[in-house]
């Protein structure tokens, strides 16, 4: 089981804003990432750090945290967006990396 | 910008054990992280374990401590992933990746089937 827990789906309808979360008890201390995944391809970091975007990720794109949970947020989003979501960051040990397991976002 | 290039697909009995390559190029590969993240069919992803080949010393998960052994070369910038006993349920695309930098391999498919 992962010790990062996101919602499994979540929609929004075209321009409007989304957020993307996700819980665990390391996110207190390690910041998370944030990696698009669509379908056949290999993940995209999106957001690292603090809100970071590397580059070529849209402004749309931003990320937060608060006590043990981390947040996407994608503002406007565009149809493009629609692909599974993951947060990734360190365990509890900071030895290790974890993954959460994954939103599947819907672009109405 | 690092590109990271994995070797072709595999197909292995149960039982045996397979290894995928990952080849780095730019950057300098001895300092940055290397980690291993399979993705079953229609699964999420899941770190098996990463190395730093400038210190040598791999960690893992949990789960797969005891079967899978990662190495790094660093006179050919390539990292391995070796997966022992495999079972059916290792059938995944496995992918090499830094990420803390965000590159990714394109991943590798090891199917697993009598």
């Known amino acids: 089981s992962s010790e990062l827990t996101q919602d499994p789906a979540v929609s929004v309808a075209l321009g409007q804003t989304v957020r993307i979360t996700c819980q665990g008890d390391?996110?207190?201390?390690?910041?998370a990432s944030w990696y698009q995944q669509k379908p056949g391809q290999a993940p995209v970091l999106v957001i690292y750090g603090k809100n970071n975007r590397p580059s070529g990720i849209p402004d749309r794109f931003s990320g937060s945290s608060s006590g043990n949970t981390a947040s996407l947020t994608i503002t406007g989003a565009q149809a493009e967006d629609e692909a599974d979501y993951y947060c990734n960051s360190r365990d509890s040990s900071g030895n290790r990396v974890v993954f959460g397991g994954g939103t599947k976002l819907t672009v109405l | 910008q690092v590109q990271l290039v994995q070797s072709g697909a595999e197909v292995k009995k149960p039982g045996s054990s397979v290894k995928v390559s990952c080849k780095a190029s730019?950057?300098?590969?001895?300092?940055?992280?290397i980690s291993w993240v399979r993705q079953a069919p229609g699964q999420g992803l899941e770190w098996m374990g990463g190395?730093?080949?400038?210190?040598?010393?791999?960690n893992y998960a949990q789960k797969f401590q005891g079967r899978v052994t990662i190495t790094a070369d660093e006179s050919t910038s390539t990292a391995y992933m070796e997966l022992s006993s495999l079972r059916s349920e290792d059938t995944a695309v496995y992918y090499c990746a830094t990420l803390d930098l965000g590159y990714w391999g394109q991943g590798t498919l090891v199917t697993v089937s009598s």
């Open positions: 390391s996110l207190r201390s390690y910041y």
């Open positions: 190395i730093i080949p400038i210190f040598g010393t791999a």
């Open positions: 730019g950057g300098t590969f001895s300092s940055y992280a």
